[in-house]
């Protein structure tokens, strides 16, 4: 009996210990793995920024209507000088697992870039490049940045992070928080899930535009 004890003990704690590694691995490939498949992506999407923008005025006529912005398209460009003066994403049209994949999707139905309502935008803290990991030490005073064909908007955060059930739509008002409110200021919303890993709540930054710049000189400011 003594020598099954140990033989069971033993094995159990090979068992434990190649769960422990696949699970690490796992997250590992979360993480980094996918930040770099993202990256490559976030490439193409911002190669494809430039294209447009240097081209035809089709992607400035695609800003006066949120329905001619086309699924998993790219149209801006986000800063957060907080996150580093290196970070940056281009933001797609759609918040569906194919979109976020690729990096911060702007939420159908809301405010575009600049104008009034909620301009809202989700992305992941874990996997896709990691975009919104900083999301909750976003604090009042931050500016975040939205670069588009049309110009820059730079906004300011307003208040603290708050966190929300994810079935919580009111956030996504065109006056956050207040549905049915007509909306009188420029604003915008950024969204996500916490904790990282799970998702069971929304971490939700809120802000309001102060000034719009011309196109690639919002980061100076």
């Known amino acids: 009996m003594h020598v099954s004890v140990r033989l069971y003990l033993r094995i159990s704690g090979e068992i434990l210990m190649t769960l422990?590694?696949?699970?690490?691995?796992?997250?590992?490939?979360?993480?980094?793995?996918?930040?770099?498949?993202?990256?490559?992506?976030?490439?193409?999407?911002?190669?494809?920024?430039?294209?447009?923008?240097?081209?035809?005025?089709?992607?400035?006529a695609a800003l006066t209507s949120p329905d001619s912005l086309a699924l998993g398209k790219p149209f801006a460009l986000i800063r957060i000088p907080s996150f580093?003066?290196?970070?940056?994403?281009?933001?797609?049209?759609?918040?569906?697992?194919?979109?976020?994949?690729?990096?911060?999707?702007?939420?159908?139905?809301?405010?575009?870039?600049?104008?009034?309502g909620n301009f809202a935008v989700a992305g992941h803290r874990v996997t896709a490049g990691n975009p919104f990991w900083s999301l909750p030490s976003l604090r009042s005073g931050s500016l975040v940045y939205i670069e588009t064909v049309a110009g820059t908007y730079e906004y300011k955060v307003t208040g603290k992070p708050a966190w929300v059930s994810p079935d919580d739509t009111a956030v996504l008002a065109p006056v956050p928080d207040h549905p049915g409110r007509d909306p009188r200021r420029r604003m915008?919303?950024?969204?996500?899930?916490?904790?990282?890993?799970?998702?069971?709540?929304?971490?939700?930054?809120?802000?309001?535009?102060?000034?719009?710049?011309?196109?690639?000189?919002?980061?100076?400011?």
């Open 84 to 116: 580093g003066s290196k970070w940056q994403f281009a933001v797609v049209q759609g918040t569906g697992l194919q979109q976020l994949a690729l990096g911060p999707g702007h939420v159908p139905g809301t405010a575009l870039p600049g104008g009034i």
């Open 188 to 221: 915008i919303t950024l969204i996500t899930c916490d904790p990282p890993w799970t998702g069971t709540s929304r971490v939700i930054v809120t802000g309001v535009l102060v000034r719009a710049l011309p196109r690639a000189q919002g980061i100076e400011g």
């Open 20 to 60: 422990g590694v696949v699970v690490l691995g796992f997250m590992a490939y979360m993480y980094w793995g996918t930040a770099m498949r993202e990256g490559s992506a976030q490439q193409t999407l911002q190669s494809e920024l430039g294209h447009q923008w240097s081209g035809s005025g089709q992607s400035l």
